[in-house]
């Protein structure tokens, strides 16, 4: 925590005279010390077999074990750890501290060394891992099993990074992601773009015939919907939690009549072959766009390109969103993106005539928190909002040509 608090004294420094942004730095500390509270630093400690998921590792170094218990002492109390290796996998389940928080934790099997220990949703294969690749190139790539889980990894130490989609060109935004970045509380430090291109897969010797169903992610189905009607594949259509998850399945299961929609890393790691190459719908550039995520944020410069994402919410009166958009527009700062979501707690609102839909609003701009137009847009928009969170301030990406990324 000593960096931290260098950091925090680092971003009051450069910003005293800004009531609003020594605010945010407040909040930022008070979260930093609940988290504190909440989870057991003695548990998580980054190093050396304190740290639950470290020791949960050590102990699975014996290769026959399937499930493990074991209590690892604390200096408040005794943290009970369930390690569960899942058959044939080099993964491992680690149920930590389960009493208190039940985090459940997929992480790789023990690898020791100081990489930056990305965690994303999905295993090995998943467009994701890729993306984490692209945003830190010598990173550690952690998989997760669920989404939430992502966010529990950075939460709880397990990793430095979480890498989400957020968005698609052609499939749009991946709306589980915009909620839990109001659940939880970690911070927007960056963001990457890349090309997807899909493949469609089946096991050896299957031909496009031979298929009554293909599955893979959402997404990716909705992005390669009418690719995969011309290619006369009239068949149902299931969902399944990743794209690389699915091409393991199939070969798991051996099942001879099901495509699966995934990357060409995912056919080489779970031995499928590549029916057809580039089946996403929008040739000219299928970009996903994905968000870093860190326990810690960025310190906004004023120099260089920077994109900040707040969310907010408010009573909804008459031209409540045209006053917010406008703190914005009158500064010349450019609104990227606008997503709603409902307000979850209180979806509905009973006004005279009768009930309304409830929104949070996540809204994307480009400028940083480090200038002094932003801060007082945030101010201004403050005073229409009833909640208002800054999800980040980090840099953008810039490239222009889908075919670089
Ligand atoms: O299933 C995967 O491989 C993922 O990484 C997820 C995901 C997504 O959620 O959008 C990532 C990129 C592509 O857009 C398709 C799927």
Redesign the pocket.
Known sequence: MAATSVTVSMALGQTLSVAWEVQWWRQVRRWWREDEKRTPKQSIHRNGCRCAAAAAASLCSSPNFTTLMANIPTKTKMTNIRCTQQAGSNRITTLTDWQSSCAILTVPFPKHGCKLRVAYR?VPG???EAAAGKAYPDCEPIPCDQFDVVFQAVEQWVADRAIL?VE?SS?GT?HRNYDLLLRHRLHIVGEIQMS?HHCLLALPGVRKENLTRVIS?P??LS?CEHTLTSLGLDVSREAFD???GAAEHVAAEMLRDTGVIASVRAAELYGMEILAEGIEDDKSGNV?RFVMLAREPVIPRRDGDFKTSIVFAGEEGPSFLFKVLSALAFRDIRVTKLESRPHKGCPLRLVNDGLRFDYMYYVDFEASMAETRVQNALSEIHEYTSFLRLLGSYPMVLQTDPSSF
């Open positions: 999905g998943a467009y994701t989609p698609n499939g991946v997807v992610h997404q990716a992005q990743d794209t690389a996903t």
